[in-house]
């Protein structure tokens, strides 16, 4: 999961796949933004994320 939050506005965001969990005030302009950050971020996303929580 993605949290953003930016000016008051919070969206909660799956990485893989890609979706809106929640968003509260976030418009479509700047969810679709965000959208498009995580998608072409999500290799590096999901790699980040599994150091933090994979137990090795």
Known sequence: MSH???AGNRAKI??????I????GFNERD???LLNVIEENKDY??????K???EE
């Open 45 to 50: 996303l999901l790699s980040e994320w599994r």
């Open 21 to 24: 969990i929640r968003n509260n």
């Open 14 to 19: 799956r990485i893989s796949p890609t979706v």
């Open 31 to 33: 969810l679709a933004r």
């Open 4 to 6: 953003v939050s930016s």
């Open 52 to 54: 933090l929580f994979t």
